[in-house]
């Protein structure tokens, strides 16, 4: 079965480091999604993109940025993690006129 | 600007009761319309979707939810609730045109014996 596959579940770092989290997808969709969950807050959009080598900013999309190189993966990378940042993030993927298909999430934790 | 609001944040029911969580959007055309459901510590599974036809749609594990143009709704149901069915529910919409997915901020369901 196609799945969203983040890495890693947990993440414990230090302000200031940067920091890469991993999401790959198999049902080879166009468009990819980072989300961060914070209780209050629901799912904020950080960065999306639509295709190889399109990323999009998101409304908190500061602090984080995005690559696409293929169709399966969209890392996420922290580059100076801060503890505002602590946080749940989820990736998704979708086509048009389907639903977002999620990973199971990473939390990272900033200290 | 665009928007989605769950109003309720938290909702109690007793196992067995009916329940109703509210979802109402903002948008100048109408938009897809979708129900998750998390439970704690994993992601968030489809319930159902509303793309057109007809407004009431069925979804898994026993919830439909109805659209409701004139109201700007689409409110999830389920006649009789199971404690299973104690989790996060969030609505989300799309539109039409691109593929940008806006989320309410989630309602809470606990369910007593």
């Known amino acids: 079965d196609a799945e969203i596959t983040q890495s890693p579940r947990h993440k414990i770092t230090e302000t200031g480091r940067q920091v890469t989290l991993a999401c790959h997808q198999t049902?080879?969709?166009?468009?990819m999604f980072w989300y961060r969950q914070d209780l209050g807050h629901g799912l904020r959009l950080i960065h999306y993109?639509?295709?190889?080598?399109?990323?999009n900013k998101g409304e908190v999309s500061d602090g984080y940025s995005v690559s696409r190189s293929n169709t399966e993966d969209l890392p996420l990378t922290l580059e100076s993690a801060a503890s505002s940042q602590t946080s749940v993030y989820f990736c998704?993927?979708?086509?048009?006129?389907?639903?977002?298909?999620f990973g199971n999430g990473t939390r990272l934790t900033v200290t | 600007a665009q928007s989605v609001t769950q109003p309720d944040i938290h909702i109690t029911v007793s196992e067995g009761a009916s329940l109703e969580l509210r979802c109402n959007y903002s948008y100048g055309a109408t938009p897809y319309l979708f129900w998750y459901v998390q439970s704690p510590g994993q992601g968030l599974q489809l319930l159902l979707k509303y793309f057109s036809g007809d407004t009431l749609v069925q979804g898994i594990k026993g919830f439909e939810a109805e659209f409701k143009r004139s109201q700007s709704s689409f409110n999830l149901r389920k006649p009789s609730v199971h404690w299973s069915d104690a989790a996060e529910y969030f609505c989300?919409?799309?539109?039409?045109?691109?593929?940008?997915?806006?989320f309410g901020t989630g309602t809470s369901l606990t369910v007593i014996p």
């Open positions: 993109s639509y295709g190889v080598q399109d990323t």
């Open positions: 049902w080879n969709h166009n468009n």
């Open positions: 998704a993927s979708s086509d048009r006129e389907s639903p977002l298909h």
């Open positions: 989300a919409v799309v539109l039409n045109t691109g593929n940008q997915f806006y």
